[in-house]
């Protein structure tokens, strides 16, 4: 199985700050992740996927990067609907696809 | 719009059955390959199971394998988890979620809101 970290736990940023925010693999799986964010009461929404890529409709601020086991999901200027808590995944295995344990974006 | 409409959740005893399911909408069902994942609240994504469009491929957690059977109904646009011999972990909010392909696992698109699991004596 492969194991996915999330660091931090928890970010404090100010409103319009930028917010990096990192996942690790623990082997190499490509390019085979996905970020989501998740806000109180809801279901996860997909932000980024392929590692880099955009859904349709997901702001440009929100931008993925990395390959093999290190990637980061950046916010470029945090706005107050951004603040929630963010999951990566990998999806080079077909079983099972694992979660990181999450970050919580809060206001600084 | 796609829509994914999870029901079947509620409190049930440990070693008990229960059955969910999803009504899926907005989309063509059998063009792409579905899941469960659940959700302890407050803590984090666990996948539960996946299956393929044409249901040939099928696979477990291993936390659910053996207790818990995924099944689809494409003429009713419908997904299911049959879950068995439930235990107190298995208390979550369980989502259905689209998956990107047809034919194997990658990112999950769209997701429902949940339906919610107790298992509790």
């Known amino acids: 199985e492969i194991v996915m970290t999330q660091s931090p736990a928890t970010l404090s940023v100010s409103p319009g700050e930028r917010a990096t925010l990192s996942c690790r693999a623990s082997q190499t799986i490509g390019s085979n992740l996905a970020w989501y964010q998740q806000k109180p009461g809801q279901a996860p929404r997909l932000l980024i996927y392929a590692a880099s890529s955009r859904p349709t409709g997901i702001p440009a601020r929100f931008s993925g990067s990395g390959s093999g086991t290190e990637f980061t999901l950046t916010i470029s200027s945090l706005q107050s609907e951004d603040f929630a808590v963010y999951w990566c995944q990998q999806h080079k295995d077909w079983a099972p696809l694992t979660f990181g344990g999450g970050t919580k974006v809060e206001i600084k | 719009e796609v829509q994914l409409v999870e029901s079947g959740g509620g409190l049930v005893q440990p070693g008990r059955s229960l059955r969910l399911s999803c009504a899926a909408s907005?989309?063509?069902?059998?063009?792409?390959?579905m899941h469960w994942v659940r959700q302890v609240p407050g803590k984090g994504l666990e996948w539960v199971s996946g299956i393929t469009w044409n249901s040939d491929k099928i696979d477990y957690a291993d936390s659910v394998m053996g207790r818990f059977t995924i099944s689809r109904d494409n003429a009713k646009n419908s997904l299911y988890l049959q879950m068995n011999s439930l235990r107190v972990e298995d208390t979550a909010l369980y989502y259905c979620?689209?998956?990107?392909?047809?034919?194997?696992?990658?990112?999950?698109?769209?997701w429902g809101q949940g339906t919610l699991v107790t298992v509790s004596s």
């Open positions: 979620a689209t998956d990107r392909h047809s034919s194997g696992w990658s990112y999950f698109v769209s």
């Open positions: 907005g989309f063509i069902f059998d063009d792409y390959a």
